[in-house]
């Protein structure tokens, strides 16, 4: 049995926010390796470890990971609105095999996903519809987090169930890397604010428009150097890559969660759905990077990431 691997950052700012020709380029010419990577391997199912961003789970139930056995993406930053095609049959037989391994996992019927689903689907497969998918949820933002080391044991559950599906099987990890967005936070929250993160009524079109615009407005300050944000950090990065690409990833687990927090950023922590995806793959063997790319781009808040991987042959 072999897996196969994509991991990218993502970020609500391309396309509104440009980082320079050359950037640009070279984040354009990282994705169409990416793709052809991915044509190359032909998946019959991915198995997509994502966060969310207080559009799809909130403080009234917070699961630490959630399967969806039905997914729909809510369409924030003009990315698609409406259904992923979930496969429910994997998707369940996945959760049964993750509780049956010793993971409390939730399972929804009826999640709702964000750009940190919905955009590496659009840029790798050209549409959030085109393969059949698996969505992972991880809590990456919403404190208390659990130890990181959940994150990988989570991912090596899904990936020794993947093995049993006999498919070929793409498992993603979307998120990350050291970045510090203005995402809201519960602790000192304004009522207003702290109702919206608790009861996670969904945003009229106008509401959901003037977040969303203040969010542009405040990492176009990051980009000016006009702001308190935490900077971006690509020694992290890079030290975190090469970790991720060594297959010992056990050497996380001792990590506390505000090492990621001071060295990277609050958003840092979505390196969960990494660890979890590199994982998976490492389930089946040992396993190779093939395509490695990496940009600091403080116009998206990101140190920007994409890497692609399978297993190594015997």
């Known amino acids: ?6 991991t990218t950052s993502h970020t609500p700012l391309m396309g509104k926010a440009e980082p320079g020709a050359d950037v640009s380029a070279r984040v354009a010419a990282a994705f169409d390796e990416a793709r052809a990577f991915i044509r190359d391997y032909d998946p019959e ?4 470890f994502g966060p969310d961003h207080y559009n799809g789970f909130f403080y009234e139930v917070m699961p630490p990971f959630c399967i969806a056995a039905d997914a729909e993406s809510v369409g924030d930053y003009g990315l698609p609105k409406g259904p992923l095609p979930v496969d ?7 959760a049964a095999q993750v509780l049956a391994d010793g993971l409390d996992i939730a399972v929804s019927e009826r999640m709702q996903v964000d750009h940190g689903f919905s955009q590496p689907l659009q840029l790798l497969f050209g549409a959030i519809d085109a ?13 208390p987090l659990g130890p990181v080391a959940r994150a990988r044991l989570l991912g090596a559950a899904v990936g020794r169930a993947a093995a049993t599906l006999d498919r070929r099987v793409l498992v993603m990890g979307s998120g990350g890397l050291s970045h510090d967005p203005p995402v809201p936070q519960l602790r000192g929250a304004a009522p207003e604010v702290s109702e919206r993160l608790i009861s996670g009524r969904n945003p009229t079109p106008e509401e959901r428009a003037v977040r969303e615009a203040r969010v542009v407005g ?7 150097g006009e702001s308190d944000l935490m900077p971006l950090n690509p020694q992290w990065d890079a030290e975190l890559m090469a970790l ?6 056990e050497r996380l687990d001792s990590r506390p969660n505000d090492w990621f927090v001071e060295h990277a950023g609050h958003s840092s922590h979505e ?9 998976a793959l490492g389930t089946a063997g040992e396993y190779r990077v093939e395509t490695s790319f990496y940009e600091a781009i403080p116009e998206w808040i990101a140190g920007f990431g994409l890497t692609t991987a399978r297993t190594a042959p015997a």
């Open 1 to 6: 049995m072999t897996l196969a691997l994509c």
């Open 45 to 48: 199912l991915v198995v997509l």
């Open 88 to 94: 429910a049959e994997a998707a369940r037989h996945i």
């Open 131 to 143: 393969v059949p998918v698996v969505p992972v949820f991880l809590n990456c933002v919403a404190e």
């Open 218 to 224: 405040a990492i176009a300050a990051f980009a000016a």
């Open 244 to 249: 991720l690409a060594s297959g010992d990833l």
């Open 271 to 279: 390196v969960r759905t990494w660890i979890a995806a590199y994982a």
